[in-house]
């Protein structure tokens, strides 16, 4: 099973290397530089998605108290910091050109940022406090109010004056249907790769987990 998701991830990756770099057009204002757009929605779309499977664990354990959506929570969490880590970077590689700077105070970038921070604050928790229950019902708490940042990451540029666009707008008004296709195939790869590295991270982590519970049970 992992072997055929590997292939089918690897020839979805490829695709959309081929679709973005040699069938999307060139757009006519930005030229080549547009072509990161493809992969920054694709990293924010992963982000987002990663910190909804955070929130569903940490609700899981909260109601639960089992160790396996405890796993799963804390499995995403490092994936969706780093899909969120690549959309900053890819967010300012393309502002560059586009704006003329690496960063603008803007709201959508202040949200993302915001959201950024929550989850590497977790990360660390968890870090510090590794195998504690304690620890495991606030990273939870922490990860539920984390995603509470996400509606407002996404309605950013519709509530405030923002330099970013609206994705829709952009979709109606400004992608041809090969750039269209070229975007779909790329959230779709990046999805694919979440999925795939959220159960690698899982089997690694449940499998530390049986070894510390059998450390636990020959001490005893």
Request: hydrophobic share 60%; glycine share 6%.
């Amino acid at each position: 099973m992992k072997i055929f998701f590997g292939i089918i991830l690897i020839l979805s990756l490829l695709a959309s290397i081929i679709t973005v770099f040699l069938v999307a057009p060139v757009e006519e204002t930005m030229g080549v530089v547009q072509k990161i757009f493809y992969f920054h929605v694709a990293t924010a779309w992963v982000g987002f998605l990663a910190f909804f499977v955070v929130f569903i664990g940490s609700i899981g354990y909260l109601i639960k108290k089992s160790k396996q959506w405890d796993i799963v929570a804390y499995s995403s969490a490092g994936i969706g910091v780093l899909f969120t880590t690549l959309c900053l970077i890819s967010g300012s590689l393309w502002a560059k050109p586009a704006w003329g700077v690496w960063w603008v105070w803007d709201a959508r970038l202040i949200s993302t940022l915001v959201l950024w921070f929550m989850y590497v604050a977790y990360l660390i928790l968890r870090f510090e406090t590794e195998g504690s229950e304690r620890s495991a019902v606030f990273c939870a708490i922490l990860g539920i109010i984390g995603f509470l940042d996400i509606p407002i990451v996404f309605m950013s540029v519709r509530w405030w004056r923002t330099v970013h666009c609206d994705l829709i707008v952009v979709e109606r008004t400004g992608l041809t249907p090969l750039m269209l296709l070229a975007l779909l195939i790329s959230v779709f790869s990046f999805t694919l790769l979440y999925f795939y590295l959220l159960m690698m991270k899982y089997e690694i982590e449940k499998t530390k987990d049986e070894i510390a519970s059998l450390k636990e049970k020959l001490r005893e």
